[in-house]
């Protein structure tokens, strides 16, 4: 009988302590797949806010079993070494812009950096949400990267420190570019002198004369605080800022199907969030530089557009061959683009 009662509490107390274990989630579960997300911009931007968003979701929709480290503002890593750390594993998520992959021998990346190829973001929305925006992410597997999504940011508006009203105005400016030949090729048709600087060098740059002025969409003009040290806003929205997400393929390829299914879930809502804020957050942004009364921002009359198109368009023709001429026409073709028409 003494011999049955000791069994009886034996197999109690080994019940409870398998009950204590199922309560305890960190100590015994898995421990959760990190996925590390570094940009350059700040928080409170389209990327900014997209980049949290998935942090978020990823973790609800794998219930905790995929953990998103943001980390934003160039935290970790500047514009090039991001993608070395992506490509190296260092990290597994980045969003950096549509400019910044030809460096890495994708070339035809650099097709959206093509002046005043998208009219609006309808027109910009035919490729990144159709075959041609896909056909462009898939050529990055060759680079050991995963294109998941286009990220909208917005149109581009060109800063100084003296008015920029006409062509001429540019004549002898050091422009900060991002790392783009397309870029280059633009501010050398203005008669500017790019100079390829990190995001995150850029603000410093201005303000010690480094260089005289730069181009950007006004959230990361604003939120950046260029226009602290830039005295003259052209609205010239000349080009497009936007971004695509990438992951380390191996990485991506290596993670469970339904973890990876889950996350893309998490991407297309992200991407929602991106595309729906973008538009509203650049046109907030521009009140609020001209709300701090330290810049002046200047609308081009329409004939001043058309002059610094005309100065511009000559650059797609310049390009052809870098970015190839077939990409170039696919685009032209979705969008109705004609260079030869101004
Ligand atoms: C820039 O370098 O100007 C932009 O690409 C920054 C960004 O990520 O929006």
């Known amino acids: 009988m003494a011999q049955l009662d000791f069994t009886n509490v034996l197999r109690r107390s080994m019940l409870g302590v398998a009950a204590s274990i199922a309560l305890l989630p960190s100590a015994f579960a898995q421990s959760p797949i990190i996925i590390k997300f570094s940009h350059v911009v700040a928080l409170d931007t389209p990327k900014g806010k997209a980049a949290d968003f998935f ?4 973790g609800e929709l794998t219930k905790g079993r995929v953990k998103v480290e ?18 190296l594993g260092s990290v597994q998520m980045l969003a950096p812009s549509l400019s910044k992959f030809a460096p890495l021998g994708v070339k035809e990346f650099e097709v959206f950096d093509l002046p005043f190829i998208f009219d609006d973001y309808n027109d910009l929305h035919k490729i990144t949400g159709g075959p041609v925006g896909q056909a462009l992410l898939k050529k990055l597997e060759t680079r050991g990267i995963t294109g998941l999504a286009y990220w909208d940011n917005g149109f581009k508006v060109m800063s100084a420190n003296r008015p920029l009203k006409t062509v001429e105005d540019y004549k002898g400016l050091k422009m900060r570019i991002q790392s783009s030949k397309v870029l280059d090729a633009e501010m050398r ?7 390829v600087l990190a995001f995150s060098e850029t603000y410093q740059a201005l303000q010690t004369g480094v260089v005289d002025g730069t181009e950007n969409p006004p959230s990361n003009l604003f939120t950046q605080k260029m226009h602290e040290v830039q005295k003259h806003v052209s609205l010239t929205n000349h080009g497009y800022l936007g971004y695509a997400v990438v992951v380390n393929k191996k990485f991506w390829d290596g993670l469970p199907a339904d973890i990876r299914a889950a996350l893309n879930k998490a991407m297309v809502e992200s991407t929602k969030v991106a595309n729906d804020v973008a538009f509203q957050d650049n046109v907030d942004a521009l009140a609020k530089v001209q709300a701090t ?22 650059v797609h023709k310049q390009m052809a061959s870098r970015i190839g001429d077939e990409t170039m026409q696919a685009i032209y073709k979705e969008t109705s683009f004609d260079p030869s028409k101004l």
């Open 55 to 58: 942090a978020k979701r990823a």
């Open 70 to 87: 943001v980390y934003p503002n160039s935290q970790l890593y500047k514009d090039k070494e991001e993608m070395e750390a992506l490509q």
């Open 293 to 314: 009364g330290k810049t002046t921002v200047y609308k081009p009359s329409l004939a001043e557009r058309f002059l610094l198109k005309k100065a511009l368009v000559p």
């Open 189 to 195: 048709a203005l008669g500017a002198l790019p100079q």
